[in-house]
C-alpha cells in the first residue's frame, strides 16, 4: 500500500513498529513535502529512500532519521545528482556520524584522491621549487629569491597551525579553515607571523589557480581565497637610536669580548663585532652586511686620500640590483685591519664553524642582533648568571634598537647636516635613475671592474660621499667619545666578579 502524504513523526513510528513486527510486505509513505522523499516497511526493515528519475538512493534506517532530518538528507541528494555527483559517499559519511558540511568533505577527498589533485602540502612544495626558488621575471630580468621570501615559506611549512591543515586537498579548503589558521598562527607566534604566513598560502593558491588548476583541483574555483583578509596591520615604526647610542654599543660590544658564562672564541666575537662596525657605517641590512666577500671591500685607488669602496651585487640587495658605496677614510681605518688580515677564508666576516656540509660559511646576520641581545641581557644565559642589562646601564636611551633602525637615524642626521635627501637614498639603496643592470665584469667582483662600476654614472659614487664622510666620521667619533664610559662599566662588572 502507499499513502501520499505529507509525513510527520507519527508516520516514522508507525514505520518502526510495523518493522520490528515484521509482518507487513511492502507499505510506502510517499512525503507531498519533500519531492521523491519515501518511508518503505519491508518486513523487518524500516528505510528512508529518495527517488530522482530513474535513480533511487537509500538515505538509511528510518530510526536513523527523524521526518525534518530526512527531508534535509533527500533535499542535499537531489542537489548531488543534479550536478551530476555520486551522492552515495555522502550519505555513507552522513550515516557513520559526519555533519553535513564534513560529508562533503569525504566526498571531495574521495575525487580528489581518485583524480590525483594536490594537497596544501603539495602546492605548497610546488610552490616553493617552482616559483619561490626560480625568482620573479622584473623589466626583462629574473630576479633570484631573497634568502628571508625563501626561508619564511619553509618556516612557515614546519609551523604546526599549517601542519593541521597541510593533508587536505585544496578543494577541501574554505574561508572557515583559513580563517582558522590564521587566528591560530596569530595567537602561537602573533600577528606579523599571521599576516605573513596567511599571505603565502593565499599568493600559493592563486599561483595554483592560474598555471596548474587541473592537477591542483581548482578548474571553476572563484578564488574565494582572496576575500580572507589579515587581521594584523603593521605598524610604522619610529624608533632610531642616537649617535650616542650607537656609539655606546660598539664600545660596550668592544669591551665585552667574552660575556659572563660563555666561552666564546675571541676570532669568532671579533668578526660579529667588526660586522657591527660596517652595519653602523653602512645601514645595510643584516644579510648584506655579514656576506661581505674579501675583495668586495678595497681601496679606491682612484680617489686615494684612505677612501674605499664597497660592492655589494644584486643578489644580497633587496632591490636586486648591484650596488657600491664608498667607505670615507675614517671608516676604512677601522675596516683596513679585517681586510688585510691573513687568512683562507673566502668571507670577511667568517662563521666560526663550518656548514653541515663541511663548507666555509660567512656569519649568520642572526649573530649582530643576538650579540645586540647579549649586551641587553635578554638572552637565556645572561639571565641565568645575573648579567645586567649594559646598554640601559650606560645610558643609551634606545636600548632595543635593532640593525634595521640604524637606517632612519642615518636618514634623518644626514639629511639635516646636508640637506640632500638624494645623497640619504642613494647611500641606502633607494630606487633612484640608473638602477641598475650588473655586468659580467662586477659579477667577477675583481677589484679593477668593482672601482670602474662604482664610478659609471648610475652609482652616484660622488653624491654618496656627501652623506658617507660625515655620517661615517660621526660613528666613530660618538664610539671613541664613549669608551671611557663603556671601559669603567665592564671593569665595575670585573670587580664584582661577574664578567
Not at 239 to 250: E, F
Not at 335 to 340: G, V
Not at 355 to 360: L, Q, R, V
Not at 372 to 384: N, Q, T, V, W
Request: proline share 5%; hydrophobic share 40%; aromatic share 6%.
Amino acid at each position: 500500500m502507499v499513502v501520499r502524504s505529507v509525513l510527520t513523526n507519527p508516520d516514522l513510528a508507525d514505520a518502526i513498529r510495523l518493522a520490528e513486527d515484521g509482518k507487513t510486505k511492502y507499505q510506502e509513505w510517499s512525503d507531498v513535502r519533500e519531492p521523491g522523499l519515501k518511508l518503505r516497511v519491508r518486513k523487518y526493515k524500516a528505510t528512508w529512500y529518495l527517488k530522482f528519475g530513474d535513480r533511487t538512493v537509500t538515505l538509511g534506517p528510518a530510526s536513523r532519521w527523524s521526518v525534518a532530518q530526512a527531508r534535509a538528507m533527500a533535499s542535499h541528494v537531489r542537489g548531488m545528482l543534479k550536478s551530476g555527483l555520486d551522492p552515495n559517499p555522502w550519505v555513507d559519511a552522513r550515516l557513520a556520524g559526519a555533519s553535513a558540511d564534513e560529508a562533503v568533505g569525504v566526498v571531495l577527498r574521495r575525487e580528489g584522491k581518485e583524480r590525483n589533485e594536490w594537497t596544501l602540502a603539495e602546492l605548497m612544495q610546488r610552490y616553493r621549487d617552482d616559483h619561490v626558488k626560480v625568482g620573479r621575471v622584473v623589466r626583462g630580468q629574473r630576479r633570484p629569491p631573497s634568502a628571508n621570501t625563501l626561508n619564511d615559506v619553509e618556516v612557515l611549512m614546519r609551523q604546526q597551525p599549517y601542519l593541521a591543515i597541510a593533508g587536505r586537498l585544496l578543494r577541501e579548503l574554505d574561508e572557515r579553515t583559513l580563517e582558522t589558521y590564521r587566528n591560530s598562527l596569530a595567537q602561537l607566534h602573533g600577528g606579523s607571523a599571521s599576516r605573513k604566513g596567511l599571505a603565502y598560502i593565499k599568493a600559493a593558491l592563486t599561483w595554483a589557480r592560474k598555471h596548474h588548476p587541473a592537477a591542483a583541483g581548482l578548474v571553476g574555483i572563484s578564488g574565494w581565497w582572496r576575500d580572507v583578509a589579515a587581521l594584523h596591520v603593521e605598524q610604522v615604526k619610529t624608533r632610531a637610536p642616537t649617535l650616542a647610542d650607537i656609539g655606546m654599543t660598539i664600545a660596550l660590544a668592544e669591551a665585552t669580548r667574552q660575556f659572563p658564562g660563555r666561552s666564546i672564541n675571541a676570532k669568532a666575537s671579533g668578526a660579529t663585532i667588526a660586522a657591527l662596525w660596517l652595519l653602523a657605517f653602512t645601514a645595510h641590512r643584516r644579510e648584506a652586511t655579514v656576506s661581505v666577500a674579501r675583495g668586495e671591500l678595497i681601496e679606491d685607488v682612484r680617489a686615494g686620500d684612505g677612501w674605499g669602496i664597497l660592492y655589494r651585487p644584486p643578489h644580497v640587495m633587496k632591490g636586486r640590483r648591484e650596488h657600491v658605496l664608498p667607505i670615507p677614510p675614517s671608516a676604512m681605518a677601522i675596516l683596513r685591519p679585517i681586510i688585510e688580515e691573513k687568512t683562507n677564508s673566502n668571507w670577511l666576516f667568517p662563521a666560526a664553524r663550518l656548514a653541515k656540509d663541511g663548507s666555509e660559511v660567512h656569519l649568520h646576520g642572526s649573530a649582530i642582533n643576538k650579540l645586540l641581545l647579549r649586551l641587553r641581557a635578554h638572552d637565556e644565559k645572561s639571565r641565568a648568571v645575573g648579567v645586567p642589562d649594559l646598554l640601559t646601564l650606560a645610558g643609551v636611551t634606545v636600548p632595543d634598537w635593532s640593525p634595521h633602525d640604524l637606517r632612519r637615524t642615518l636618514s634623518t642626521l644626514v639629511e639635516d647636516w646636508t640637506t640632500r635627501g638624494d645623497a640619504v637614498s642613494a647611500v641606502i639603496d633607494h630606487e633612484g635613475r640608473g638602477a641598475g643592470q650588473a655586468t659580467q665584469e662586477t659579477a667577477a667582483r675583481g677589484a679593477a671592474a668593482i672601482t670602474r662600476t662604482a664610478y659609471s654614472q648610475s652609482q652616484r659614487l660622488l653624491l654618496k660621499r656627501i652623506a658617507m664622510e660625515p655620517w661615517c666620521d660621526a660613528v666613530v667619533a660618538s664610539v671613541e667619545a664613549a669608551r671611557p664610559l663603556a671601559a669603567r662599566i665592564v671593569a665595575g662588572l670585573s670587580n664584582k666578579g661577574t664578567a
